[in-house]
C-alpha cells in the first residue's frame, strides 16, 4: 500500500464512515473464522476411505463454494477501506467469484433438502438416480450456477463515487436494474423456499422416528432453516428496496430519495451476512456430525445411515 492510499483509507475511518469500517471488520472476522474451518470439512471429508455418499459430496461441494467465497474477502475488505484501483476486468472477476459461489452455496443447500426428503421418505425414487446421475448432479450445479451469474457480473463495472472509484452494479437504464435486482430476488427466494419446505416437511413427516425425537437432531434441523432466514432475507430486502426506489424515481422522487439513502447505508452490511452464511456452514454441515464420523468400526455402516438420514 502507497502512501497516498493509507492516506485515503485513514481519511475514509475519519471522516466518520463506520460503515464501511464495521462491514470490513466484520468480514475480515468471516474469512479468519471461515476458511480455516472449510478447509478443515474439505480434509476431514477427503480422509474419509470413500466418500460414496452424496450428502458427504454435497457436504464437500458446499465447503468449496465457501471457500471460494470466503477467499475473495480480503480484495472486497481493501475496496471498502481504500477504493476500487485493480481495474474493470478483475471487478468482473472478482465478482463473478463471489456470485458464482453463492448462487452454488445456496443450490446446494437447497439440494441437501430435497435430496434429504426423498432419499428418507421415497428411498427407492432417489435409488433410480443411480451413481450416474449423483455424478452428474455436481457439475450441473456448477454449470447453473455460472449462468445465473451471468446478469449480476454483467452490470458489475468500475464507477466513480463521492469516496472513489468501487467496484459495484452499474446499469445505463433504470429497467435493467430493476431486471437484474428482480432476477436476483425471485431466484433467491424461490431457492430459500423450496430449502424451508423441504426441511418443514421432512421435520413433519419422520418428527415421530427415533432419529428425530431427539433435541439434537430437531435444533439442529431447526438451527439450520433460522440460519438461513436470517443471513439471507436481509440482502433480499435491500434489493426490494433499492428496486422499489428505483420505480418511485419519477412518480414519488421524495419517497425514492429516502429508500435509495436507506439502501445505501444498509446494502454493505447485509451483503456481509452472505459472507457470515459461508463462515458457519462448517459448524452446522459438518462439525455437528464429527462423533458419528468418528464412531468404532462396528458402528460405521450405523453411522452412515445416521448421517444419510439426517443430513
Given at each position: ?107 446446494t443447500v437447497t439440494m441437501m433438502s430435497v435430496q434429504r426428503y426423498v432419499s428418507v421418505l421415497y428411498p427407492h425414487q432417489w435409488a433410480r438416480l443411480g451413481r450416474r446421475g449423483e455424478q452428474v448432479l455436481l457439475p450441473a450445479l456448477w454449470g447453473l ?18 469516496s472513489g472509484l468501487s467496484c459495484q452494479r452499474h446499469t445505463e437504464l433504470d429497467w435493467e436494474r430493476v431486471a437484474v435486482l428482480l432476477f436476483e430476488t425471485l431466484v433467491g427466494f424461490l431457492l430459500g423456499f423450496i430449502l424451508v419446505t423441504f426441511y ?112
Open positions: 500500500m502507497t502512501m497516498d492510499q493509507l492516506n485515503i483509507s485513514i481519511s475514509n475511518i475519519t471522516s466518520g464512515n463506520l460503515g464501511n469500517v464495521v462491514s470490513s471488520t466484520l468480514m475480515g472476522l468471516c474469512c479468519l473464522v471461515g476458511l480455516p474451518a472449510n478447509i478443515a470439512v474439505v480434509v476431514v471429508i477427503l480422509r474419509q476411505a470413500k466418500i460414496d455418499n452424496i450428502t458427504l459430496k454435497l457436504m464437500l461441494n458446499l465447503a468449496c463454494s465457501d471457500i471460494l467465497c470466503l477467499a475473495s474477502l480480503p480484495v472486497w475488505i481493501y475496496s471498502l477501506l481504500c477504493g476500487w484501483n485493480l481495474g474493470r476486468g478483475l471487478c468482473k472477476f472478482f465478482s463473478f467469484t463471489v456470485y458464482c459461489s453463492l448462487y452454488i452455496n445456496i443450490k450456477a455460472c449462468i445465473l451469474t451471468g446478469p449480476s457480473v454483467a452490470t458489475r463495472n468500475t464507477v466513480v463515487t463521492s418443514f416437511l421432512l421435520h413433519k413427516r419422520v418428527n415421530q422416528t427415533a432419529l428425530f425425537s431427539t433435541q439434537r437432531m430437531t435444533r439442529l434441523v431447526t438451527g439450520i432453516t433460522v440460519t438461513f432466514i436470517i443471513l439471507w432475507v436481509p440482502g433480499h430486502v435491500v434489493n426490494i428496496v433499492d428496486i422499489s426506489a428505483t420505480l418511485l424515481k419519477y412518480s414519488h422522487p421524495v419517497t425514492s430519495a429516502k429508500l435509495e439513502t436507506f439502501g445505501e447505508l444498509t446494502r454493505d452490511f447485509a451483503k456481509c451476512l452472505t459472507f457470515v452464511n459461508s463462515c458457519v456452514d462448517p459448524f452446522l454441515y459438518a462439525f455437528a456430525f464429527q462423533r458419528i464420523w468418528q464412531r468404532r468400526p462396528d458402528k460405521r455402516e450405523r453411522a452412515d445411515t445416521a448421517i444419510q438420514t439426517c443430513v
